[in-house]
């Protein structure tokens, strides 16, 4: 598997029978990027999305994970977020907050919220900003072959429609290659103000996850696959899907994907 770029990728799918055992199954798979991260770094970065996946992730606030996850070494960010108030029923932040930040000793200071008090545009420049002035100190990672963010995992959901972040099938955003943080107002499921990493960002990390569950994915989620047959491998697939008459029943699971 090779990234546009030249970059080399190593993933797999992992199926599961339940969401309940899928939550189980991405919770390990973070907890021991999480070890591999702090003992290789002394941090550990994630991204998050908003929807589905936050709520699998409320499997970390119970045992073993609430007590053998090194929680004072995580900073946390997302990966896109609606523009509207963090205590709005929208906000990707409120979701976190509500399933996992409140639940376990995460640092305040360690977790990057956009500025909800600004426009679209000029929070997706401030988010932008911090990235730059925390891949400076370290704390999150620099990609080798591009000045990139590499974050240790990011966490995608996806859309039936095969979006991820605010990426949307066919937006103008996809294209970007020099920004690392954009921003939209005519996001096609509300609410229209997004802000979100742009493809450079998110294929320049160290791991990524895509976590999907149901049957409204299912032909998305089936075009992932046949693009990974086809070895087309980037992460930026999913977003460039379309539809197809080649349907699967459901989904219940997520695919991985993790730099060389
Ligand atoms: O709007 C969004 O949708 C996707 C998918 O959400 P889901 O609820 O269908 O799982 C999510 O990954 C993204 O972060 C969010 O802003």
Aim: aromatic share 10%; charged share 25%; hydrophobic share 40%.
């Amino acid at each position: 598997m090779a990234d546009s770029d030249g970059s080399k990728y190593k993933g797999d799918f992992r199926i599961f029978e339940n969401v309940d055992e899928l939550a189980t199954g991405l919770v390990d798979y973070i907890a021991e990027i999480s070890e591999m991260s702090v003992k290789e770094r002394g941090f550990f970065s994630i991204a998050l999305s908003g929807g589905s996946l936050i709520s699998f992730m409320g499997k970390l606030c119970e045992a073993p994970y609430n007590k053998t996850v090194d929680w004072g070494k995580w900073h946390i960010f997302w990966v896109d977020e609606r523009v509207v108030a963090k205590n709005h029923v929208d906000s990707n932040y409120k979701l976190a907050k509500e399933v996992l930040l409140s639940k376990v000793p995460i640092l305040p200071s360690h977790v990057y919220s956009i500025n909800d008090n600004v426009s679209a545009e000029e929070a997706a420049s401030e988010y932008e900003f911090v990235l730059r002035q925390l891949v400076k100190t370290r704390t999150v990672n620099v990609s080798e072959s591009n000045d990139c963010p590499k974050f240790d995992l990011i966490l995608l959901g996806m859309g039936p429609d095969g979006h991820i972040a605010s990426l949307f099938p066919w937006h103008a955003s996809l294209d970007l290659k020099d920004d690392w943080v954009t921003y939209i107002t005519d996001s096609p499921k509300p609410p229209p103000e997004r802000i979100t990493f742009t493809l450079p960002v998110i294929n320049s990390a160290s791991n990524v996850a895509v976590v999907v569950s149901g049957a409204a994915k299912a032909v998305a989620v089936k075009l992932v696959i046949d693009g990974y047959c086809e070895e087309s491998t980037e992460v930026a697939t999913a977003c460039r899907l379309g539809r197809s008459s080649r349907l699967m029943d459901s989904w219940c699971g997520f695919w991985t994907m993790r730099l060389l």
